[in-house]
């Protein structure tokens, strides 16, 4: 089965999490990413874990295996005359360069837009950076911690007496990368049937702005509301709401409209519960949540995880476990739904690596190829594309240009 992007040729000179992410979006579905990375060290998520058996290792990262699985690899010192003329050569025939160095980087290798255009008037060049390419923030520091700050999610995160809180994990920089991808995907269409090339400009700060809560906030404020605050995991206004305590782990739940009452009270079979003076009134039901708490948590605390998954959604009611990652890879519906898929690593041997969290059955669009050891592609890209020879390979690597 052909893939929809095969015909695409994408240069990847991401690092991290956001760019890479970004580029893996678009080898997913067949585009050829060749990822450049500096030779002897490689992309710096390289470093990061988790790591196979706790031993860091430049080929064991699961985060780098992650995000940058179905790419080819090839090292080059873009800091070199060699090094940059390579480049060039590969932008020649490519469709898409992506990059998330800080925005000063690619103007001083001499490989800003305005120079990549000349050499390939219909190149896509996609920009993600944390503050974008302009504005007095450009140059500043940043990390997810930064971003989910300034992003207004920190303000409304955490118990109401504590300091805001970030979400784990790259919240930020995954979300910036879908948007990379969407967008780039955009401005090619724009170079396939108008002949015209773009330089996407991609701000992290912004697409936290633009997600869900961000913008949500944003639209509110505008018609003059309360720009939120935190409430804990407790939703406000609601006596049943957050993450509790069953007798081998924790669910969350949320109580819903009106007809929800009743089915908590079934659900319970506790149907004295619908004439409690403390409950009988929806209104009144938020302001005696304690009181609700002190009857729920202990009934709930006497099952399972399961049972009370499985009870709860027969009555409707609004219910999921809290999974660890162990539960998740065994969870029923994602596996009938074929969302984990195994690739076979060189060093790490056979890993599950999670799918894309959508199908399009007449497309194929899964992991395929496992992430490139460092400098895997050098050759097949250098002689097999470019006309280098075996003995050219030598040389520039004794240069440090490869």
Known sequence: MEQ??????????????????????LADYGAEVIKIEKPG???????????LKDDPHPEKSGLFLHLNTNKKGVTLN????????IFKELVKDADIVVENFEPRVMSSLGLDYETLEKINPRLVMTSISNFGQTGPYRDYKA?????????????????????PLKFPGYKAQYLAGT?????????????????IGQHVDISILECMLRSGEGSGRLIGYAFGQDEGKRVGHRREGAYLSGVYPCKDGYVSLLSGGLPYWPRVVAWMGMPELLNDPRFADPKLRPLHHGDFDAI????????????????GQKHGIIIVPDYTI??????????????????????????????????????LAQPQRPAPLLGQHNQEVLVGRLGYTVDDLTRLRRQGAI
Request: net charge negative.
């Open 41 to 51: 060290e490689g992309d710096g998520a390289r470093r990061m874990g988790p790591f």
């Open 179 to 195: 948007y990379g991808a969407a967008v780039t995907m955009g401005a090619l269409f724009g170079s396939k049937f108008a002949g």
């Open 78 to 85: 873009l800091k070199t005359q060699a090094g940059v003329g």
């Open 296 to 311: 729920f948590i202990p009934w709930l605390m006497e099952q399972t995880v399961k049972e009370a998954f499985q009870s």
């Open 326 to 363: 162990d539960q998740a890879v065994k969870d029923p519906q994602l596996n009938a739904r074929g969302f984990f898929t195994e690739i076979e690593h060189p060093v790490v041997g056979k890993i599950t690596h999670p799918g894309l969290p959508f199908t399009l059955p007449a497309v």
């Open 143 to 163: 990390t997810e911690l930064t971003i989910f700050a300034m992003g207004t999610l920190m303000i409304t995160e955490g118990e109401p007496d504590r300091e």
């Open 4 to 25: 929809v992007l095969s015909d695409i040729k994408v240069l990847d000179l991401t690092h991290y999490v956001a760019g890479p992410y970004c580029t893996r979006l």
